[in-house]
DNA sequence: ATAATTATGTGACATTGTCACTGTTATTTG
DNA sequence: CAAATAACAGTGACAATGTCACATAATTAT
């Protein structure tokens, strides 16, 4: 346990020792499967959630019930906090804001009063928290402006490649329905493109799978 | 000018008596004209930036030099930080972002290292920025969220809901392209639109200038 | 094997974005 | 002041994307 933490915390080094011993005692694992979906402000919130090992999607819905638009604003992987944990235990957002697992994800998760002692004494962890925030920031200012100024088979291809990136393969196991929630489009329009890809011999289409043929011309679109 | 601290910053009741010297004398006011435009990053920073009087607007495009597709992320008005002057100091944004001020602006400025030293001693301080951050933070996903999933007239009777409330008054004074920018879209669009409302009664157009004729109507739209 | 579920395909149409203009109203300048 | 210039607004044609209503195919459950 102690040798973990002290890979996924950023902050493990600024620790006290006796933060340190806090921590590895009142530290715990949880273990979630794929699928699961928290919706934040509707779950009650433990404390600090550290992806230990496994994959998450934030994403924002349409919450006009009928039809389920979706777009994916970031990803968490192994090491990353997830900040709207962090956020409600200080000020909560308005936005409804959701995460959906896309693996059997374990969280370590650091109790709420542990950690607003620690992050009140410790300014090194106050400060990795600021940047992990003004890094998500980041991450959605850079979807908003993909999503405006941006053709969508140009986006299709980037989300591609990040998903060949994400599963270390050619061969990428996703449903049009997926890339239709990561870009924040229609399943038809995903389709429609993927279609036109594979016509250009880009890529290989079957069921819940597609592989890239040609990764070059893929990046160059 | 130690009054007018006292009303501006949030933070000021937890400050030390030295800090309160230390910002009295250290911070600086600057004027600047209405349009004059920051970018993100070209500027060099001086310190943490606070609108005394004035407004700005902050807003990201799509730099693709070409046409200049803009959408606003948010406004700053009396008393509110910039944030990006914040995240300057501490780790650089990849992303590019601007502001520009739409009244003449002036800006209280707490030069870089009294901002840094205090923010590091005074917990309350670092506290007031996260929240600020996280608040612009709920904006720009709200402007996703609007973007993607509420029509295109929906959101211009939002915009000038909000711009009648900005100006406090029926009569705004606006053109169709500052429209366009705040939505993210083509100012013939607008034109369009509101074409449409003052069809429907709901406006009086004239160059640089809408009136609202019937603001209930507009609202339930 | 049959039924139910999930994934994909397609055409018609609505909305929004883009382009290439024209016309109109203010502002500047000779 | 009149003419030139710039800023603002209007319009039609067309392209890109979103929406709807289905059809078809593959997979899983009963």
């Given amino acids: 346990m102690k040798e973990t933490l002290e890979k996924i915390l950023n902050f493990w080094p600024y620790l006290s020792e006796v933060e340190k011993q806090e921590i590895v005692a009142q530290t715990f694992k949880v273990n979630y499967e794929s699928k699961k979906i928290f919706v934040h402000g509707k779950d009650e919130c433990k404390g600090l959630m550290i992806v230990n090992k496994g994959r998450a999607r934030i994403y924002i819905n349409s919450d006009n019930g009928s039809n389920g638009g ?119 329009v995903v389709t429609r493109l993927l279609k036109q890809f594979q016509n250009d011999e880009l890529v290989e289409l079957s069921r819940g799978r597609i592989k890239i043929l040609d990764i070059n011309r893929l990046m160059r679109i």
């Fill in 70 to 188: 979706e777009i994916t604003l970031y990803r968490l992987l192994d090491g990353d906090v997830c900040i709207l944990s962090a956020a409600c235990m200080m000020k909560s957002l308005d936005i409804s804001v959701s995460m959906e697992l896309e693996e059997d994800t374990e969280f370590f998760i650091l109790p709420k009063g542990l950690f607003l002692e620690i992050s009140n004494n410790n300014i090194m962890v106050k400060n990795y928290l600021l940047e992990e925030i003004s890094d998500k920031f980041s991450s959605v200012i850079w979807v908003l402006n993909q999503y405006i100024f941006t053709k969508m088979a140009h986006r299709l291809a980037s989300a591609l490649i990040e998903h060949r990136a994400l599963g270390e393969s050619d061969d990428i196991e996703i449903t049009h329905d997926t890339l239709a929630r990561d870009l924040g489009t229609a399943r038809e």
